[in-house]
């Protein structure tokens, strides 16, 4: 048996990436069991979790490990070494298509409880543990380090990605609540001693009710407390609303419903809510009793009203289409088939969706398909002036060039659950007005908030040795590259100014002499950093988990074309390594068109990236020269493949990701058969490269041959294994070298 040291964590996830991983993980095991590594994998798909959850009807095969527990258990430890794609982070309406394809694959398992009896909830509360964002954060037991390594800039610069042209009257811009929202309400304060909390809330009668108890805060935590007000929301909703349509530019909403699984659905359905005013008025109840809920989206809404009798069912349907009619246009997610911004929760995505509008020219897709100005709605305020700043600089100095513009890195605090992204389990819609405090075990007060019926509330936490490992991480990247580092802090925000005095107690603690440290609200660091990129200088932004998130697709889509082809480490603070692919997602529709037209154009330069550091901190860890051999010529492989334009290209009948991974196999064998610092290696790759490079031409036009016609995997969320291995190496010559290697 291999030890838990010589082994390398590779994920199954979904969608795109799970299909790339077919094709490329039997090249990966190939090359690195020459250096009695064991590349095992994990599968933590959508379909896997809730196997996992409910295994008491399932029969002995259909039963899955818990790959998700068993990981975060080993993310805890010095030994992890976890190569993390990207998954999907399921909103409601792709749980329970998941849950659909499972039960129709004969997968006894329940269906999504819509009432609220105990054995509901009991049910739906196994369901929370794989709904939304449920498996970064159980990974990520460390702080983020994300960058575009120096080759990829290069290619960018040398190849740049199209850029849309601003125009400095362009209409667009971010439109958010400003007051009475999470930002503005909110009160924070840090804990001296190991305690813990409760949360309570009493109404205007002195009823108190348990929110939830137990909750544990460790010495010098920061605890936050915060409320949006639903009556303020629903009125900042109904003004850009009509100002939209006054103005005749699109009405885009930005959330990110996955990650803030809890707070942001909710937020998602006010503005269904307020958008279709006049349908909820009039036909509520029955849309209630069918099921048909807001926050699952206006898709979620037509297909429920199936249910209903065929004269109603057209009625109601009549006045959806009045409101759209009279309401301002609707930004589009596929005008081809009448998607709008409003059908699903989880279909605009704010980290890549605002860089996708801003790389367009500040624009969004109207109903026929054309690109026009637009409104950004991000009701709450905490970051939307990141946006705003980065608009308001593009109208001024038109697009970035990507040739010649700078590079904004990250290094993100995200251990341990860090604020808002781990706030699930600590958000609630209020049911009465009242006031909602967090208690201490002595019965003090540390923060409250008063509240109505419908205001969502929610308090996060972070943790004191992820605060001190950011800061430290911080002054090593800035060592490291010798590039000034932005905190991006708001002393005016009350969580920041907590985090600041954090900030300046633990910088003293490391050399920073010489350095550019500096802590700038995060509309003054935009401002600052965009000044800078524009000159072709580089600047690190070191940020909460949130502004993690959006800059780390920011920056990237509009530096590099997208945040699949950034590096993205996660030191683990035990000190194991979690190398995450990129920072792009699954990005849906690209298997959409893999099933229609055999082309699959994801990019697995993340994962190439990820596994050349998984590599090293390998060679590191167990003294394993090889290793350190493979992760170089990998990276040598790497740059090749930009050189040579081996990258997947969009369009049917061109390379494609099987392709690039051939060329990948190709590039890495010779590499490893051109180095002179091991012998060994060098004996066992020089006939693999001769193979490979002698078969080139058959191997690339089997690959190609096959493109062009439909492809049946059997399921989305479960796709047949066999199947979709067959799909993702259809080159016989190429199979056979690899699987006789
Ligand atoms: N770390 C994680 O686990 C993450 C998971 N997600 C999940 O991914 C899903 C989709 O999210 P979404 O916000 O649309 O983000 P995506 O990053 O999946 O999509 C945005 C766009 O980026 C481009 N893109 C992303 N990755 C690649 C790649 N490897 N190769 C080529 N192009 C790429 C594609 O654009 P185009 O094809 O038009 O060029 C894609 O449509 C959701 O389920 C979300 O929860 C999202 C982010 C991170
Ligand atoms: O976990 C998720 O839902 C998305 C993660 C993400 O977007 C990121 O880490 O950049
Ligand atoms: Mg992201």
């Known amino acids: 048996m291999t030890s838990n040291k010589s ?9 795109a990436p799970a299909l790339a991983t077919h094709s490329w993980l039997p090249i990966v095991q190939g090359f690195t069991k020459t250096a009695n590594i064991e ?8 379909a896997s979790r809730i196997l996992a959850n409910f295994p008491e009807n399932l029969s002995k095969d259909q039963k899955q490990e818990d790959a998700l527990t068993e990981l975060g258990a080993l993310a805890k430890s010095a030994e992890a070494n976890i190569i993390k794609l990207p998954n999907i982070s399921a909103s409601l309406p792709q749980l329970n298509a998941t849950i659909a394809e499972l039960q129709a694959k004969g997968f006894d398992i329940p269906s999504y409880p819509e009432g609220n009896s105990d054995s509901d909830k009991e049910i739906k509360g196994r369901y929370a543990k794989v709904l939304g964002s449920a498996v970064n ?21 040398k190849n740049p990605h199209s850029m849309g042209v601003w125009s400095s009257d362009s209409q667009s811009h971010v439109a958010t609540m400003g007051e009475n929202d999470f930002a503005s309400n909110e009160k924070s304060t840090t804990v001296t001693n190991t305690t813990t909390v409760s949360i309570l809330h009493t109404d205007t009668q002195g009823n108190t009710t348990t929110l939830k108890s137990e909750v544990t805060l460790l010495n010098g935590e920061i605890i936050d407390s915060t409320a949006l007000s639903k009556k303020a929301l629903v009125s900042f909703i109904e003004k850009e609303i009509a100002d939209a349509k006054a103005n005749g530019i699109l009405f885009s909403l930005h959330m990110k419903a996955t990650m803030m699984k809890v707070s942001d659905p909710i937020i998602f359905g006010h503005v269904v809510k307020t958008f279709f005013k006049d349908v909820f008025e009039k036909h509520g109840d029955t849309l209630a009793s069918i099921g048909a809920n807001p926050n699952n989206g206006l898709g979620n809404i037509l297909k429920q009203l199936g249910d209903l009798p ?3 069912e057209a009625e109601i349907k009549a006045d959806i289409q009045a409101c759209i009619d009279n309401g301002p246009a609707l930004a589009m997610v596929n005008s081809d088939k009448g998607i709008t911004n409003l059908h699903v929760p989880s279909d605009v995505i704010i980290d890549a969706s605002m860089p996708a509008m801003i790389r367009n020219s500040g624009q969004m897709w109207n109903a026929n398909g054309e690109s026009q100005d637009t409104k950004a709605v991000i009701p709450d305020s905490s970051y939307a002036g990141v946006y705003q700043s980065t608009i308001d600089f593009c109208k001024k100095h038109g697009a970035f060039d990507p040739t010649t513009m700078g590079s904004v890195s990250n290094v993100g605090l995200m251990a341990q659950k860090a604020e808002e992204y781990g706030s699930h389990d600590k958000t609630f819609e209020i049911a009465t007005e009242g006031v909602v405090k967090v208690v201490n075990e002595e019965g003090n007060t540390l923060l409250e908030h008063n509240v109505e019926a419908g205001d969502i509330w929610r308090a996060c936490q972070t943790k004191d040795l992820p605060i001190q490992d950011w800061v430290k991480l911080a002054v090593n990247r800035a060592r490291a590259t010798n590039t000034p580092a932005i905190f991006w802090l708001d002393k005016n925000r009350a969580h ?7 900030v300046n107690t633990y910088l003293p603690n490391h050399d920073t002499t010489g350095l550019d440290i500096r802590i700038l609200s995060p509309v003054d660091a935009t ?22 998130d959006y800059n780390t697709d920011l920056f990237p889509i509009l530096e590099v074309g997208t945040s699949a082809k950034m590096l993205s480490i996660v030191p683990l603070m035990n000190g194991g390594g979690l190398f995450e692919t990129g920072a792009g997602g699954s990005a849906p529709k690209h298997v959409q068109q893999f099933v229609e037209e055999n082309h699959l154009r994801w990019d697995s330069l993340g994962e190439f990236l990820a596994l050349a550091v998984s590599l090293e901190h390998f060679a590191e860890k167990n003294g394993n020269d090889k290793a350190q051999i493979l992760a170089d010529t990998l990276d040598e492989a790497t740059i090749k493949l930009l050189d040579t334009d081996k990258s997947p290209s969009r369009k049917v009948n061109e390379i494609d990701n099987r392709g690039s991974h051939f060329y990948m196999a190709l590039y890495w064998a010779e590499a490893l058969a051109n180095q002179n610092e091991n012998e060994e290696l060098k004996a066992i790759f020089t006939p693999l490269a001769e193979t490979l490079k002698a078969n080139e031409a058959t191997i690339a036009q089997e690959l190609l041959a096959t493109q ?3 492809v049946e995997l059997e399921g989305y969320y479960f796709p047949s294994d066999s199947k979709a291995s067959a799909a993702m190496r259809p080159s016989a010559t190429l199979n056979n070298t690899i699987d006789n290697f």
Do not use: C, H, M, W
């Open 708 to 710: 062009g016609n439909e």
């Open 310 to 312: 065929a004269d109603k």
């Open 39 to 46: 590349v095992q994998t994990k599968n933590i798909s959508l």
């Open 7 to 15: 082994i390398i964590n590779y994920t199954i996830t979904d969608e």
């Open 137 to 157: 954060p159980v990974l990520r037991e460390g702080n983020s380090d994300r960058r575009a390594p120096k080759p990829v800039k290069e290619f960018a610069r």
């Open 496 to 502: 920041d100014a907590e985090l600041i005095k954090k």
């Open 527 to 548: 401002e600052f950093s965009l000044d800078r990129i524009k000159d072709g200088l580089d600047t690190i932004s070191v940020t909460g988990n949130v502004l993690r």
